[in-house]
């Protein structure tokens, strides 16, 4: 039985907390959080938990095996590297860590003591990018030719990190889960409308090692909520809209085929194909309840998780080369020892 | 009485040959097509027209006043100039020309010839654009910080253009028309999925003078056609879908408001806005049939085009940069002399 | 070669001009209005054709072999019975005619002359109702166990029929097509808002031999236009948007079991089934050229029409017995002699 | 401070333990179900809460004032009238009993003893229910024309009551609440596709006093969730889209105008108003929650609740008269005294 602490009970922290107290092999034991509201209202849904108002409790009770960590972006590293120097697996909210640097540091302490580093990337979890996984793994889609996403919505504008530290990271954990292949370079615009704030809107273009583009639009400024992101293969797309309640996942049986008959002075000997458009049926399985099991299950086994440090980490250096590359509105970032290109 | 010829009678001249034909104060009088089958499509549905098949001689032709030139993008600037140094009006299709530097001589031979040059750049005609630009004039968004456009469809893959020149044209005279600001950078990123072929994706960001930035995604293969633009503004919203029946303009009254108070760790002193939302009715005018209207008033009155040719310009200049950006994989490139930006 | 007559040019009797001049096989011969401004826009569109402002005259003109009548309904018996007494094939608009009465007369006058007698029921000649018809033929569905219909918008009020006339009889002339059984009883409930017109909003409750029920909800008065039918079986469903664009039907492998377990108090033995999605991908023909050349195929080989007389009358039925129970608030009428039920 | 009772812990019993635990004014003080597995759900969700699995023993418990009751519909009676006869205020879930003539008899002995009596007609106590009557209550949508209401999903089968008792009921009592007219008639049709169940789709035509016309369609065997009310009025409309996440209500500014000038032969002398669309922004309150304060309030004031017996009576009359005129396929059954029409 993995008895866990959850630290932060801000936004997400409540989530957490619900997860583990309602998974299998493992308890809730711990909530830590210093505002005395976030605990008074830990304290009404979890009355039998201990509540600590400050973390550094949590590594010293010995009821803890284990600390999901759910507080700002700026005290990741702190608090994970903490807990495991006391010998704690680690959960801990996406974005890892807010530097690379930081992040390889959390991966080799991870390893070294043997302890289970295990990212909240909940997405990789849902039934939706099971599919798209499983229809691309399956070659369904032939060559993947982009992963195109919109993720905007009128959000709380956040202090410490811009908005692709808050929404792009969505996607590019899920890229690297579904697509599997390294990026190269990284082109990214954004702007901030409200003064003193990090960046409330970009786009990002990514170029990956397979052939692939990645093109996400963030923003926290839009006035409806879009979560849709269309896969274009050679030979089947799908379109993924979040919102949708039954739908999420449709699959398109469309693109273009290449002939020898030239049309008209208009046209390239490229015709469309359309074809059946088809929505399976998908599991309602929670993801967060998917991935706390997932994260029971690897704490216990010993085997790597889905959303480990490593892929943690890429998620991170993505996102640093997409923030230098707003800099310099555009001006491409090459991945590998990060050099800037051309 | 404008005496109208229509040279290109392939997939658009059509709709510009019937909206000339029921146009008041003007008749059409010719249409050009060096090939057969189209000269005998439009015998079927113009039977009283002159049918030539070489476009020259319409430039011969005494009852022709005007040509509306609907006939690929590299043949452009040989057919207007001819017609503007034979003293006929010119109704272009958009782009204008395939270069700027043509642009440029295009607008001199119009200028000093007295004869106006206008681009079928015909969104700026639709009663959901006129709609914006009253928006926006009015000052009912208060600052406007973004255009985000998404124009995604499985397309026809052209041989002379790239999908920017295709799709994104559309977008840079709406913006120009709408927010009437200059362009200081763009940033561009796409690619070619089918060998040999122009690139058929991709997205360019747009810096302006005026502080707002533009973002648009054009796509020949995408799954589902989408027609959508955001436009952000300091106190209300647009969004606008060109594919909804009746409702194709909704404006929402949200934003965010600055604030004093701190929240709590996670958020800034901003927050959010969310009011009604509203779609005004439009009127069902075919912005084609406005479009020739305006051309025969233009030449009648001597007044200039809302599309005239120095906009048509400007999209070529823009078309040209960002194909430029494009090329460098989003490093930015500068207006204004068209220097390289950084 | 059939020469085709179109009598009547307001609403409808232009597509039919159109469909009729671009059909093989026949030719447009002659157009009758008694509106000399109709004439006049049929002269621009079909400068060659005969232009006659009374319809007797086609039947006098031998180049004439068939009429197509879209004129009012309570015009459609005198001149279909005088155009079958002359000798000439008929494809009338729906309602075939005002009465049943009526109805039988024509289909008598035209089986004992060898002309053929087809009503213009378009809807049945449209690539999603064929799609329907072949997967319920094919036994996709299972047992039929319903067809619900919403066709309602802003429409115009029309002062010699009510709504059932006009809107309702799509969906009975597309159930007799589709499911081929026929009716037992019908209950109809409807109101007119509008003090002097016809009932503009109506309900239709249908009973079939077969078992399956169908229901009709037509309203002039909506604010939004709604085109949707939902077909239950026991094995899938369907769910026909005919105003979506590309995706109009849609099949659902949904459905109840029959198991043998008691949930609990509340449940019956009965769990849902819940499969994928599937949608079609639908030919683009347009229905009315289809059905153009369908009547020209009957007329020279002497086939029945699908959408034949026999269709029409028993449509006009239908009609007839819903008027009549929706005078009496939803009594049911019987069908067979039509007499009154209970 | 009032102490509640929930009886019945199943599928709705939760959320009103959730909501009297979260209601000022009151403390959830027992649950009671017969099934153990009902119970320890209770049990993990509320530890500090009585639990009982006989409803009988809450009404000997002096820390209850006031029961609220969600056990199947045939168990209402008994249980509500102990309570009351026990000197409990009673909540009572919809519909409130079996039989109009138990519900009068609830009625009586609430009024008696001076009791709160309140029928948990949930959608009553809803922004966009509440929107709706603030609209038609300031005559914005002139005279109300219509109440069409569709409500289908897959839904789970009863076994103790058809369709109309479990759907239709919610737009009875809305009805009651926003246009507050009494029935004066109903025609109902309605079928079972599952043999020795209880009718599980069935169509309503309901007349009132106002002039106004109710028509609901409701069915557990459609493929897709609808939850659609069109509202028809002689100066607006209104849409409720109750699936839609944040425009729920939408107030159309369309109808019709009677004019003098006869159009032609088609039309009538009445002509389109079409005009904006607007959606008023819906505070997010959660209905039960602000039903579970009004109960709380009722009590303590000893005002009438919004949805009273009375109204909850009401609601059993038009269900009783539905049912029977289903079963007379649409033969309208009569109100007042509920004697057969013709």
């Known amino acids: 039985m993995i008895g866990v602490a959850v630290i932060g009970y801000g936004y997400w922290g409540p989530n957490l907390a619900r997860c583990f107290a309602e998974t299998d092999g493992c308890r ?6 210093a505002s005395p509201d976030a605990l008074a209202r ?3 849904r979890h009355p039998y938990v201990r509540l600590l108002n400050d973390w550094r409790e949590a590594l010293e009770d010995p009821q803890v095996d284990a600390v999901a960590i759910a507080t700002p972006v700026r005290t990741h590293f702190d608090i994970a590297n903490a807990s495991l120097l006391a010998g704690r ?3 801990v909210e996406k974005p890892m860590t807010e530097t690379s640097a930081q992040g390889r540091m959390l991966l080799e302490t991870a390893e070294r003591r043997g302890l289970t580093l295990m990212v909240d990337h909940t997405f990789v979890y849902s039934p939706a990018v099971a599919k798209m996984k499983e229809l691309i793994a399956a070659d369904d889609l032939g060559e993947v030719y982009y992963y195109d996403s919109t993720r905007i919505n009128l959000g709380l504008f956040q202090k410490d990190v811009n908005v692709i530290w808050d929404l792009a990271v969505h996607d590019l954990a899920i890229l690297q889960y579904v697509l599997n292949s390294r990026p190269t370079a990284v082109s990214a ?4 409308h409200v003064h ?5 809107m970009a786009h990002l273009s990514l170029y990956l090692e397979s052939g692939a ?3 996400l639009n963030v923003n926290w400024l839009a006035p409806r909520k879009v979560r849709q992101v269309f896969v274009g293969g050679s030979r089947k797309m799908i379109v993924w809209d979040d919102l949708e309640v039954s739908e999420k996942i ?4 469309r693109g273009v085929n290449l002939t020898d008959k030239v049309e008209d002075i208009y046209s390239m000997m490229v015709s469309y194909r359309i074809g059946d458009m088809w929505a399976p049926h998908l599991a309602t399985t929670e993801p967060l309840i998917a991935e706390a099991a997932h994260f029971v299950d690897c704490i216990n086994t010993g085997k790597r998780p889905t959303t480990d440090g490593r892929l943690g980490l890429q998620v991170v250096e993505m996102l640093e080369a997409a923030t230098r590359s707003m800099a310099m509105r555009g001006h491409p970032v090459e991945f590998g020892g990060m050099r800037r290109a051309s």
């Open 28 to 33: 809730l034991v711990a909530i830590a959080d």
């Open 42 to 44: 830990a304290a009404k």
């Open 89 to 91: 697996h680690v959960l």
């Open 189 to 192: 615009n954004g702007v901030s």
């Open 196 to 200: 003193g704030t990090p960046e409330n």
């Open 213 to 215: 583009v990645a093109h």
């Open 250 to 253: 449709k699959v398109y049986d």
